[in-house]
């Protein structure tokens, strides 16, 4: 399954909405149980990657509710509602749905 | 808490070999999927290899798959990458990392660096 993301690289004001897309080659949705294998992370220079969101919508733990994840089947979206100076960083989504779990190429969010 | 801390890795001569570990604490290692990312420099993510709690099957990137061999040991609590054949495209920081409820990753190391040049 390939992972397209945009796009590739995107400046936002502080405190205005940053949206980051994210499209499948196929779909990860899973019938049985409803669910979408689709997760996104964010990494900050010099540091691993930091879970964000899981099943497409669900919240890791300590993650602020100004991050946010929607979408299903093949086109999903991670939304900053009110970006904040430490949210700067690249944002990759990931899919789980196949055996290979691909990763998109990476959002560069910087502050304008 | 949890903690992965990866090793093993250098530089090492394009054809050579390399294995790397991934020590883990803090919670039951053998009941958790762990998986290899890597990030080449300046550049992307880039899954690797996993090998599943449940049964032990193991699932390889196409890139690495029939050079790099991904293992477990259950009773030292750690991961391991067997690297063959080194191209010059393996260089990169690789990630050990543990799986969540689902196959998202929840924790990460803080990687090792693996330099493949001559």
């Known amino acids: 399954i390939v992972m397209t993301q945009s796009p590739d690289s995107l400046a936002v004001s502080l405190g205005e909405r940053a949206t980051v897309n994210c499209r499948s080659s196929q779909s990860v949705l899973f019938s049985s149980n409803n669910k979408n294998y689709l997760a996104w992370y964010q990494q900050k220079p010099g540091q691993p990657p930091k879970l964000l969101i899981y099943?497409?919508?669900t919240r890791e733990s300590g993650v602020p509710d100004r991050f946010s994840g929607s979408g299903s089947g093949t086109d999903f979206t991670l939304t900053i509602s009110s970006l904040q100076a430490e949210d700067v960083a690249v944002y990759y989504c990931?899919?789980?749905?196949?055996?290979?779990?691909?990763f998109g190429q990476g959002t560069k969010l910087e502050i304008k | 808490e949890v903690q992965l801390v990866e090793s093993g890795g250098g530089l090492v001569q394009p054809g050579g070999s390399l294995r790397l570990s991934c020590t883990a604490s803090g919670f039951t290692f053998s009941g958790y999927t762990m998986t290899w990312v890597r990030q080449a420099p300046g550049k992307g993510l880039e899954w690797v290899s996993y090998?599943?709690?449940?049964?032990?099957?193991?699932f390889y990137a196409d890139s690495v798959r029939g050079r790099f061999t991904i293992s477990r040991d259950n009773v030292k609590n750690s991961l391991y990458l067997q690297m063959n054949s080194l191209r010059d495209d393996d260089t990169a920081v690789y990630y050990c990392?543990?799986?969540?409820?689902?196959?998202?990753?929840?924790?990460w190391g803080q990687g090792t660096l693996v330099t493949v040049s001559s």
């Open positions: 099943w497409a919508s």
């Open positions: 990392a543990r799986e969540g409820g689902g196959a998202y990753l929840t924790h």
């Open positions: 990931q899919q789980y749905y196949s055996t290979l779990h691909t």
């Open positions: 090998v599943r709690s449940s049964d032990g099957e193991k």
